[in-house]
């Protein structure tokens, strides 16, 4: 059941103690930032937490839902595994879709530190990719920089050694 405020829409999700749930809406970028820029970013949703016995209800907020719907990667993070799941949120209810999004996804693991790869941004700093630590449920946060050659913002993650990361990115099918 999602719940209208005036500022948004919020729902609640109810995850087994050894389970951690994180979702991100996936943003169309917008057309006049489209021409050097990702089709698709995500955004992860903030959430309220509380434990009821011995599970974990989280309540998702989306501050602005768009009229046509939003929709969602819904990312359930267990030991040593990840379930993926898309949804829409629609005016009142969200849906867990049978049709996969595209999206590509992988588990990175390095014996040394590293950098993760230069991602681009938008210019209303807005990302493609998400990398997460799955034991936390945390996102690894870029560090951005400005690249002159080709005149845009750009992130690296800092990848910690001997540690698995799951990063994901939505692309834009060519079907």
């Known amino acids: 059941m999602v719940e209208n405020?005036?500022?948004?829409?919020?729902?609640s999700i109810t995850d087994p103690s050894n389970i951690n749930t994180v979702i991100y809406q996936v943003n169309k970028t917008e057309k006049e930032f489209a021409k050097n820029a990702p089709k698709y970013t995500v955004e992860?949703?903030?959430?309220?937490?509380?434990f009821v016995g011995e599970k974990k209800k989280k309540t998702f907020f989306i501050e602005n839902p768009a009229p046509e719907g939003n929709p969602l990667v819904i990312l359930s993070f267990a030991k040593e595994k990840v379930i993926v799941n898309?949804?829409?949120l629609?005016?009142?209810?969200?849906r867990i879709s049978k049709k996969p999004m595209p999206m590509r996804?992988?588990?990175?693991?390095?014996?040394e530190e590293t950098d993760f790869k230069d991602f681009a941004y938008t210019p209303n700093m807005q990302r493609p990719i998400s990398i997460i630590d799955p034991e936390t449920g945390e996102e690894v946060k870029p560090i951005l920089y400005f690249d002159e050659e080709a005149n845009e913002v750009k992130g690296?993650?800092?990848l910690k050694p001997y540690k698995k990361y799951f990063a994901f990115e939505i692309r834009e099918n060519k079907k």
């Open 5 to 11: 405020s005036l500022q948004g829409k919020y729902f």
């Open 44 to 50: 992860r949703l903030e959430y309220a937490e509380e």
């Open 86 to 88: 898309m949804g829409f």
């Open 90 to 94: 629609d005016y009142d209810v969200v």
């Open 105 to 111: 996804f992988q588990t990175l693991y390095n014996e």
């Open 156 to 158: 690296k993650c800092k």
